[in-house]
């Protein structure tokens, strides 16, 4: 079994700056990718920002220049520094990761979400 933690959610003040941290634990083997998607109230979830056990990464174009995805692939942990918060980024923020547990069964998981508020 593998799970995901996450943690770094909070209520900032527009231009702001919050880090979100996901940390997978459990019978993995290998991860393949990770991921940050958001989900405002009313509208579909949507993603972020991506990247690949080699360091690829993926931005949508509305937070390309202020938010950052990293990860520490010892740790099984990815990151997303997000700068220059808008009002606009508020929403609930999933984590996912990709990959095969030590049973080389693919896994596809997300994290239990964290709350983002940008408001003054």
């Known amino acids: 079994q593998v799970q995901l933690v996450e943690s770094g959610g909070g209520l900032v003040q527009p231009g702001g700056s919050l880090r979100l941290s996901c940390a997978a634990s459990?019978?993995?083997?290998?991860?393949?990718?990770m991921g940050w998607y958001r989900q405002a109230p009313g509208k579909q979830r949507e993603l972020v920002a991506t990247i690949t056990s080699g360091g690829s990464t993926n931005y949508a174009d509305s937070v390309k220049g202020r938010f950052t995805i990293s990860s520490d692939n010892a740790k099984n942990t990815v990151y997303l520094q997000m700068n220059s918060l808008k009002p606009e980024d508020t929403a609930v923020y999933y984590c996912?990761?990709?990959?095969?547990?030590?049973?080389?069964?693919?896994?596809?998981?997300w994290g239990q979400g964290t709350l983002v508020t940008v408001s003054s």
């Open positions: 996912n990761f990709a990959g095969t547990g030590s049973s080389h069964r693919y896994f596809n998981l």
């Open positions: 459990g019978s993995i083997f290998s991860i393949n990718a």
